[in-house]
């Protein structure tokens, strides 16, 4: 995944500075490199001129000259290692066009030969390299905006390219498979092109996310939104975000991770203020008999987990595929099929690849999205928006946390319980409020006892098996330390065999029908001589110390996990990690 940015009529006249603060909103989608082309004001040559370097944009600082149109990307490499000459954007041979993507262009071999032989010269290992060259080629005999729709028609794969034309002013944009919104400030005339809105929340909220199969071609004078297929002009319809741009900054923390974990004091109680309508909908569908399957990535894979506790507390059967391995099982969905996508993004390939067979197979599709105007928004029949804000940090914290809520709800609903789930949704944000300062005293003086261990191993049990994978995974994420979940169960078939004399060992737990069970399992741990750490609402001699949560029933997973995103963040500060960027992750997994 990388993030794609551009302005057309900058009103500073300093189109790259624009840019460069932009692309810097969007360093959570890619930060092996980045770059600008700009066509200057008063150019010494008649020629786009571009800076590229690898390394993260956080501090960085550019010298290219004044203008007012310009393009630029910060990268995740997929085709080609991360150096200067691979960095985005890339020229043609006349120097006049350039090129930014994101996805990957699954036929660029047999484009990249063909272009050769035609005497084109090629300055990096990209598969990006060779959109530059495809356009400059059909250019020779036919206008800007049809070449580049041919062009981008070959690719295969899913992408999203911007293309700058230095003789026309024009950035022609198109999608498949890989986001892209434009932003129109109506008041100054200026246009915006970005993977994600807090690019240019800056300036403007009003938008409009770009479908698969459509095209921007953006001038000095207008935008026109165009069908790449047919080529035919379409209506340009923006739509006002609610979006603040306070949401996409720091906010006095000096980290978005940070700010992000604390915000879920709020996110988590405003689930239960949106969605209704949807999620009676969708109760309905499970008491006329539909069988549930649940299926997302990563961590959206263990909010479903969650949710498959959350059914069968409710006395509802249902399945869970992580998105990745669902093709198999694709055979079992049929038209009686609720199909429950979970996904911050919405643009995640596998859970893309999954919904889509899903409804080839005649499914209903749910979606419980955090990011606005996704693919999988579009490919859903109904859509539960959780409402979290912008999530910029790459480890997702409060997404999760409103996902989590919103399947809790839903369950409730399914059981004609829904305003008991409701009431008990806004409590948290006292219990929680009251708690998580807290918190944060007691995770700093364990994560200090901590940083210098390589292994962490850690069990749960029901419900807090999900949220020891959950747990597990913001300790791996943020700070790089290994991390290793375990339902409590499988203890006694080989896992025990890790455990040696002072092995920090995470026993999560509630107060519920297992708490006996789990208390068992760590004293079996201790018996080995580990250390052990609980963290649960009550204290127990089985614990040699204990991280309190709060006591809230089937709710003290949402402390369980909190818990353990912040003792991530405090590792990866004191490991020397970047917690909102950490090393070879990007925001979303764009590509298969």
């Known amino acids: 995944m990388c993030g794609i940015f551009a302005v057309v009529n900058d009103k500073t006249g300093n ?71 691979n960095a985005h954007p890339h020229l043609d041979c006349t120097g006049k066009l350039a090129v930014i993507h994101n996805g990957i262009v699954e036929n660029y071999l047999e484009f990249k030969e063909d272009l050769i032989k035609k005497g084109h010269k090629f300055s990096s290992e990209t598969d990006t390299e060779v959109v530059a ?6 250019i020779k005999n036919q206008k800007l905006t049809k070449a580049v729709f041919e062009t981008f028609n070959e ?38 092109l970005g993977s994600d809105v807090p690019a240019f929340l800056k300036y403007t909220n009003k938008v409009h996310f770009l479908d698969d199969g459509e095209s921007v071609v953006i001038t000095t004078n207008e935008i026109k939104l165009f069908d790449l297929k047919t080529g035919a002009e379409k209506k340009l319809s923006l739509q006002t975000l609610d979006w603040k741009l306070e949401d996409a900054e720091k906010g006095g923390f000096s980290h978005f991770l940070l700010k992000e974990i604390m915000e879920q004091k ?3 109680a405003k689930t239960a203020s949106v969605n209704e309508k949807e999620i009676g909908e969708i109760a309905s569908l499970i008491k006329q008999g539909f069988k549930i399957v649940l299926t997302g990535c990563g961590t959206a894979s263990y909010c479903a987990l969650a949710g498959k506790y959350f ?26 099929t609720l199909v429950i996508a979970i996904s911050q993004s919405g643009e995640t390939a596998d859970t893309l690849i999954a919904v889509r067979q899903a409804k080839k197979n005649g499914a209903k599709i749910v979606s419980i999205v955090n990011a606005r105007g996704s693919t999988l928004e579009r490919l859903s029949d109904i859509i539960l928006a959780v409402g979290a804000g912008p999530e910029i940090a790459v480890v997702s914290t409060k997404a ?26 806004k409590e948290l944000k006292e219990t929680l409020t009251l708690w998580i300062d807290k918190l944060s005293t007691r995770l700093i003086g364990l994560a200090k006892t ?40 499988e203890l006694k078939h080989g896992v025990i065999t890790l455990i040696q004399k002072g092995t920090p060992c995470f026993v999560l737990a509630s107060n519920d029908e297992v708490k006996g069970e789990i208390l068992s399992s760590a004293a079996e741990l201790k018996a080995r001589g580990g250390r052990i750490i609980g963290v649960a609402p ?23 996990i909190i818990a353990g995103q912040l003792l991530g963040y405090y590792l990866g500060i004191g490991r020397g990690a970047d917690p909102d960027k950490p090393r070879n992750l990007a925001k979303s997994v764009t590509v298969k």
């Not at 959570?28 to 944009?57: F, N």
């Not at 700058?164 to 129109?184: F, K, M, Q």
């Not at 059914?311 to 009686?336: H, M, N, R, V």
């Not at 009550?538 to 402390?559: C, H, N, R």
Request: proline letters at 3%.
């Open 538 to 560: 009550f204290k127990s001699s089985e614990f040699d110390e204990v991280v309190e949560t709060p006591d809230l029933a089937d709710l003290t997973i949402f402390g369980n």
């Open 15 to 85: 189109a790259a500075q624009t840019v460069l603060a932009g692309l810097k909103k969007l360093e959570y989608r890619g930060y092996d490199s980045w770059g600008i082309a700009i066509k200057p004001t008063s150019p010494e040559t008649a020629k786009l001129q571009i800076e590229k370097h690898i390394g993260k944009i956080g501090e960085a600082q550019t010298s290219l000259p004044a203008g007012t149109i310009a393009i630029g990307h910060t990268r995740w490499a997929t085709h080609g290692g991360v150096t200067d000459a």
């Open 311 to 336: 059914f069968a507390k409710a006395g509802i059967e249902s399945q869970t595929y992580g998105s990745y391995e669902f093709l198999p099982f694709s055979k079992f969905i049929d038209k009686k």
């Open 266 to 268: 709020e996110t988590i």
């Open 133 to 138: 060259h495809l356009v400059e080629e059909k």
């Open 400 to 425: 999760f946390t409103s996902q989590l809520a919103t399947l809790y709800l839903l369950s409730k609903a399914a059981e004609n319980k829904y305003d008991e789930g409701k009431k008990q949704i």
């Open 450 to 489: 901590l940083v210098d261990q390589e292994h962490i191993y850690l069990i749960g049990k029901h419900l807090n098996y999900p949220a020891t994978l959950e747990f597990a995974l913001k300790l791996k994420e943020s700070s790089y330390l290994h991390a290793e979940p375990f339902a409590a169960g």
């Open 155 to 192: 690719l295969v794969g899913s992408n999203a390219i911007g293309v700058i034309d230095y003789e026309t002013e024009t950035i022609v944009a198109c999608r498949n498979g890989s986001p892209l919104v434009v932003g129109v400030d109506e008041k100054n005339k200026q246009y915006f």
